[in-house]
């Protein structure tokens, strides 16, 4: 891997710091991202039944009123 020598110098420190090699800190940076539960689509996920960002005006009428 590759990095920006501002990145790569700070990877050395850290891993200095820590008494670790800069690969364990790699390994552990990837686990934890790749482990992060994905962002879901908001309210709409799935089949929104035809309802858009563009039309929820329309499905949303009368909504909230008694």
């Keep these: 891997m590759y990095f920006p020598d501002e990145l790569k110098a700070r990877l050395a420190a850290e891993a200095a710091r820590r008494q670790v090699t800069e690969a364990e800190i790699i390994r552990q940076a990837v686990d934890k991202e790749t ?8 309210i709409f996920s799935g089949d ?5 960002g563009a039309n ?10 008694n």
């Design 35 to 42: 482990r992060r539960p994905r962002p879901r689509g908001g």
């Design 48 to 52: 929104t039944g035809g309802v858009t």
């Design 56 to 65: 929820l005006h329309e499905h949303m009428e009368g909504f909230g009123e």
